[in-house]
């Protein structure tokens, strides 16, 4: 029987994640069956992931990187699941709301359904950023969490991080900042958007994206322990006394090729590939706006142009995996495998298919 391959990728413009740097990928592969949900047991993976949480902790600014809070989640998901937990079982009211912008994540649906939170989301400005003072306006003393996105999904766009965190805390509520696809390109930017920032209690930031580390790899920083610690429950059949993760075991794989990657990447690697790809998309936007179609701006390495939809398709039957924003835009990633060549290939076939 021929072996199933795995799909190239050549025309991928719609995924945030990329190909694994090499020393991830067999990083990977040596620690495929070591559980970090384990640590006692499989020891060296879980050193491995203290140095994980080390290097995402120096990306983002944290206080104390050598003994930041964190750990290595299955996802963005997880991760901002955590986040809406956490908050949600340190707050001190019966019923609890976390307000975000509109363009947060959908993982903020599945928390609050998850968590039986209220999830108040609060409409964008006119380039698609949270707006403080309507953040404000939503928020009351019910409100466990305000959500900031540093990076959105749809346009990459980075919220007003310092001015949400000082709405968080004048209502007493918990800062989370979601830069999971966003997080690996921003330090080599000069968005507010870390630890340092702004008042940030927690933090989701992706190794499985611009990390360039094999699925699955996501992350959940926190500023204080306290915000790991309300995560905790007692593991009556293990060594170590309590487990913080939502899931039990792990992949060891997205351990260990997130530490080989930012050894290999953190930081040099890291901002060429994040400066190309903010090239690279700024040279589609033009590209686009030069064919005559409305284009948003990128910010972040995210493209999103309105293609009508007959050359949408016609762009999917020749086998590039483009996708759509909820308002209908053509919308492409820049990731790193997205180089230059993609794209004129890409423009090529659009000139070709468009009416
Ligand atoms: C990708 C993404 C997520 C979800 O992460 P998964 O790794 O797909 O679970 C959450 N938030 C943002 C901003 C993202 O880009």
Redesign the pocket.
């Known amino acids: 029987m021929q072996q199933p391959e795995p799909q190239s990728f050549e025309r991928v413009l719609s995924s945030?994640c990329t190909e694994p740097h090499p020393a991830a990928r067999a990083a990977a592969e040596r620690f495929l069956a070591s559980n970090p949900g384990d640590p006692a047991t499989y020891e060296t993976i879980g050193t491995l992931e203290t140095r994980a949480v080390e290097g995402l902790a120096t990306l983002t600014d944290h206080p104390d990187p050598a003994d930041a809070a964190g750990y290595v989640?299955?996802?963005?998901?997880?991760?901002?699941i955590q986040a809406v937990r956490s908050a949600r079982n340190r707050h001190t009211t019966d019923d609890v709301s976390v307000v975000a912008p509109e363009s947060?994540?959908?993982?903020f649906h599945k928390a609050a359904s998850l968590l039986d939170v209220e999830l108040r989301t609060v409409p964008l400005d006119d380039d698609y950023r949270a707006v403080p003072d309507a953040v404000a306006a939503a928020a009351d003393e019910s409100t466990a969490l305000v959500v900031g996105?540093?990076?959105?999904?749809e346009y990459g766009r980075v919220d007003p991080i310092p001015a949400l965190s000082e709405v968080a805390s004048a209502v007493g509520a918990r800062f989370h900042v979601?830069?999971?696809?966003?997080g690996f390109v921003l330090p080599f930017t000069d968005h507010a958007w870390s630890f340092a920032d702004a008042a940030v209690d927690t933090l989701?930031i992706?190794p499985?994206?611009f990390g360039q580390a094999p699925?699955?790899a996501?992350g959940l920083l926190a500023r204080e322990d306290a915000a790991l610690d309300a995560l905790a429950v007692d593991t009556p059949y293990l060594e170590t006394r309590s487990q913080a993760t939502l899931t039990g075991t792990r992949s060891g794989a997205g351990v260990a090729g997130t530490v080989a990657a930012l050894d290999a990447l953190w930081p040099d690697g890291y901002r060429s590939a994040a400066r190309r790809a903010i090239e690279n998309a700024r040279w589609l936007a033009s590209a686009l706006a030069d064919r005559g179609y409305d284009v948003v701006e990128p910010t972040l390495p995210l493209v999103a142009a309105a293609v009508p939809t007959p050359t949408f398709e016609r762009l999917r039957e020749r086998g590039w995996r483009v996708s759509r924003t909820g308002a209908g835009e053509l919308r492409v990633v820049c990731m790193p495998h997205v180089t230059r060549s993609v794209l004129r290939a890409f423009l090529d076939d659009l000139d070709r298919v468009r009416g």
């Not at 989640?73 to 901002?80: F, H, L, R, S, V």
């Not at 996105?149 to 999904?153: I, L």
């Not at 979601?178 to 966003?182: E, L, P």
């Open positions: 945030m989640t299955a996802g963005g998901t997880e991760a901002n947060v994540h959908f993982s996105v540093a990076g959105s999904t979601d830069a999971a696809w966003g989701t992706d499985h994206k699925v699955p996501g």
